[in-house]
């Protein structure tokens, strides 16, 4: 039987490394703000949030959080510079990953309400101080704006 990888030992070092000065610390909430629907799934707009990068035409990463028109998703997204299993899976289908024809279906079929005008993009930061004081709070803003009942969070 293989050792297991001890990961969070493993990050550790890795900050370390790279010269920071204080370990990384791993978020932890003792409250989740999630809260029961109080209508129908038929009368829910719904919304996808995702990590992965809708702009492929900056040289850089992206590092945030914006709100883009569903009519302006890409065909694919840009998925480079994001830490994720590549040995195990790909992101050449974007459904797996961003599934706005399956909640398109699930509007046709009146099993959901209607689709946000906008999705949300949020940047993979390091930082969950950064990710609660300005990403989170951008995302929940333009999500009040649209009257979202639903957010899909899908992170790469």
């Not at 050792?3 to 070092?13: C, G, P, S, V």
């Not at 945030?64 to 040995?87: G, M, N, Q, Y």
């Not at 999705?119 to 609660?132: A, D, E, K, N």
């Amino acid at each position: 039987m293989p050792d297991f990888i001890n990961y969070m030992e493993r990050n550790q070092l890795y900050y370390r490394a790279q010269g920071f000065g204080q370990d990384y610390v791993w978020a932890r909430h003792d409250v989740v703000p999630f809260t029961r629907l109080n209508k129908s799934l038929q009368d829910c707009v719904v919304t996808v949030v995702t990590t992965a990068v809708a702009h492929q035409d900056i040289p850089k990463p992206i590092r945030k959080s914006e709100s883009i028109p569903f009519a302006e998703v890409p065909s694919a997204f840009d998925t480079s510079e994001l830490s994720w299993d590549r040995e195990s899976t790909h992101t050449d289908d974007r459904q797996s990953y961003f599934p706005l024809e399956s909640l398109s279906r699930l509007v046709n079929e009146g099993r959901i309400g209607r689709l946000a005008p906008r999705f949300h993009f949020v940047p993979t930061q390091y930082s969950h101080r950064v990710t609660c004081e300005q990403d989170a709070p951008c995302i929940a803003k333009a999500c009040i704006e649209d009257n979202v009942d639903i957010a899909l969070l899908v992170p790469i």
